[in-house]
């Protein structure tokens, strides 16, 4: 095995220690762009939920809704999304996260007690909810200058 690893010109191995501090930055990273993937598909949702249904706020607009019962319509629906995603994925992954922690922890041979943060799932939630809904304001205004009268002579 010796003459088959020097062929490859390679004489010692050399295990490099992993750093905690070097890998402390992986789980921010890997959280980040989890909610930047989230904030797109949301984004896409709306954007989608406003071309559907661009006919019936045309007619909810000629019953008397005004442009600030529009944005207000579209905030509520981007928001019910994000409530929806939070009641599912908050509890979801603090399970899934202790389980991970616990056959990791176990393996490694340290002491598996998880914790969970409570202060940054209460921060990541309200965070979600004011991005949801700045996130909803531009189909809400393009939806609110839609033009009854113009949408609902396509028929």
Not at 31 to 35: D, E, K, L, R
């Given at each position: 095995m010796r003459a088959s690893i020097e062929a490859f010109g390679i004489e010692r191995f050399e295990f490099v220690a992993l750093n905690i501090e070097q890998i402390e930055s992986v789980p921010v990273l890997f959280?980040?762009?989890?909610?930047l993937m989230a904030l797109v598909v949301l984004a896409h949702v709306?954007?989608?939920a406003a071309r559907t249904r661009r006919r019936d706020i045309a007619i909810l607009r000629a019953l008397g809704f005004s442009r600030g019962q529009v944005l207000r319509t579209v905030v509520w629906q981007s928001t019910i999304y994000a409530v929806v995603a939070l009641a599912i994925g908050v509890p979801v992954g603090v399970v899934l996260g202790r389980f991970a922690w616990r056959t990791y922890a176990v393996h490694l041979g340290a002491v598996p007690e998880a914790t969970i943060p409570f202060v940054a799932c209460a921060i990541v939630a309200g965070a979600t909810l004011v991005l949801a809904a700045l996130l909803a304001i531009a189909p809400a205004l393009r939806l609110a200058g839609t033009r009854a009268g113009v949408e609902l002579r396509t028929e």
């Open positions: 959280a980040s762009i989890m909610g709306l954007a989608v």
